[in-house]
């Protein structure tokens, strides 16, 4: 009966997103992903989304595209509750997870009305915990692990747990 639930859902979601795709949003994705349909893809018309294969995406997420581009990789995973806009650019590599309720912004407000935006990379194979906020300008390196509830400024290594607010990290044993 689960199965059954399971494959309703994931038919369900493809027909939502083309659906999206029939009326021009800018939301390109492969057909073998899982987008809610209970979370919002939001673009407008000069910015774009691209999903990768196999990439999921749960519900109550929002990805908007305020004014520019967002790619996510192969085989992403991204938890319940997540916010990801862009204002510049923010690219996701392949297998990354991200966990429930975490931010993502490539922008600041100005205090005049306008945004100050840098592109933010996470290159492939991170796992980034619950309640993380990434902010704009940041690069976090491949295999890095970001700790739940981390407040991410400063570019991230490679190969490193990133923890706590004032920019630690633990090299990863091999």
Request: hydrophobic fraction near 40%; proline fraction near 2%.
């Amino acid at each position: 009966m689960r199965i059954i639930k399971n494959i309703c859902i994931i038919l369900i979601s493809d027909l939502f997103m083309l659906v999206r795709r029939i009326f021009f949003c800018n939301v390109h994705f492969s057909i073998i992903n899982f987008v809610s349909p209970f979370s919002i893809l939001r673009t407008t018309k000069k910015s774009k989304i691209y999903i990768g294969k196999k990439t999921c995406i749960r519900s109550n997420t929002e990805i908007h595209a305020a004014r520019g581009l967002i790619v996510l990789g192969d085989n992403c995973f991204i938890n319940r509750s997540c916010i990801i806009v862009a204002f510049d650019k923010i690219i996701i590599g392949n297998n990354v997870n991200i966990g429930p309720n975490c931010s993502i912004y490539d922008h600041d407000h100005d205090g005049n009305g306008g945004y100050i935006s840098k592109p933010i990379t996470i290159k492939g194979n991170c796992w980034i915990g619950a309640g993380c906020i990434i902010l704009k300008g940041v690069e976090i390196g491949e295999n890095s692990t970001i700790a739940a509830g981390s407040l991410v400024t400063k570019d991230v290594p490679n190969d490193v747990v990133f923890y706590n607010r004032r920019h630690e990290y633990l090299k990863k044993k091999n």
